[in-house]
């Protein structure tokens, strides 16, 4: 399986970008997918996630900013991430957890994007 992410780039403070992710490849459904972020010099953190119920979840520094969503018939994941500040410069990660058409339930890491902010 692999998870296409696309979308970043170079933004002023308050602009705003979308990410997309699509997953490809053999598998029977996807269950959680989300966006992980990761700064220079800082650990990767969760931004959001969604449920295959479209259940959402966001780390508080992006709440009120971001909105994360996913078209389920085309396997893919996006990311409308408005008001940016320079803060949220980073590599975002799309991530997805999987199973299989026998069962078995396994993850899967995008490639990362690059998102720029400049003030």
């Known amino acids: 399986v692999q998870l296409q992410a696309c979308g970043g780039g170079l933004v002023q403070a308050g602009g705003c970008l979308r990410l997309?992710?699509?997953?490809?490849?053999?598998?029977?459904?996807?269950?959680?997918m989300g966006w992980y972020r990761q700064a220079p010099g800082k650990q990767r953190e969760l931004v959001a996630d969604?449920?295959?119920?479209?259940?959402?979840n966001y780390a508080d520094s992006v709440q009120g900013r971001f909105t994360i969503s996913r078209d389920n018939a085309k396997n893919t994941l996006y990311l409308q991430m408005n008001t940016l500040k320079p803060e949220d410069t980073a590599v975002y990660y799309c991530?997805?957890?999987?199973?299989?058409?026998?069962?078995?339930?396994?993850?899967?890491w995008g490639q990362g994007t690059l998102v720029t902010v400049s003030s």
């Open positions: 991530h997805g957890e999987f199973r299989s058409v026998v069962g078995r339930v396994f993850e899967s």
């Open positions: 997309s992710c699509s997953a490809s490849g053999r598998f029977f459904s996807i269950n959680t």
């Open positions: 969604i449920t295959s119920g479209r259940s959402t």
